[in-house]
């Protein structure tokens, strides 16, 4: 019975580890960091990196596809393909150089154009102010956790205004 036990336990250690190996082996490509631009093709980076939360087909011939890695992620990853179909390039639009693209009177499309989809269960609406608000979760410039909100007059569906806190996690600062 004993050595029976002990080799249950090495089975389930030995799961485990390859369980844990294919979940970093996973989110290791996710952000496309081994994606060539201008080599890897639109259907390496969705074979890649998965199916887009959101996909936009621009006049020009280029392709916007956004990935988020929210609730729990800091990552907002904006993939661009050129005309020719081949990988552009990759960046995380989760940071202060796109938040302060954001601007009063922005539709909710060209929100999304920017900063790609927020976490749905984050949405709130303000009936009293008539105020919708997206969030986001992002690592900020000391590392730490933090949340940046845009603010829609819901009725104009128009952006009124943003903010940005970082998160409490008592006290102390939540890292990133």
Known sequence: MLVTNIIKRQKIKYLAAIVSVLVL???A?????????????LENVLQIMGN???????????????????????????????????????????????????LPGMTQDEVLYILG?????????FEKRDELVWEWRYCDIWNEAA??????DN???????T????ESCGIVSCKC
């Not at 903010?163 to 970082?166: A, E, F, I, K, N």
């Open 25 to 27: 082996v996973a989110c």
């Open 52 to 102: 887009p939360a959101k996909r936009w087909q621009n006049a020009d011939g280029t392709i916007q596809l956004a990935y988020p890695h929210g609730p729990m992620g800091y990552q907002t990853y904006m993939v661009f393909i050129a005309k020719d179909g081949k990988l552009g390039h990759i960046e995380n639009v989760m940071d202060q150089k796109y938040f302060a693209r954001i």
């Open 163 to 166: 903010l940005s806190r970082t």
């Open 117 to 125: 989809p927020s976490y749905p269960n984050w949405t709130v609406y």
């Open 29 to 41: 490509t996710y952000d496309g960091r081994d994606l060539k631009p201008g080599e890897d093709s």
């Open 147 to 152: 949340r940046f909100n845009v603010l829609f």
């Open 155 to 161: 009725t104009k569906g128009t952006v009124r205004s």
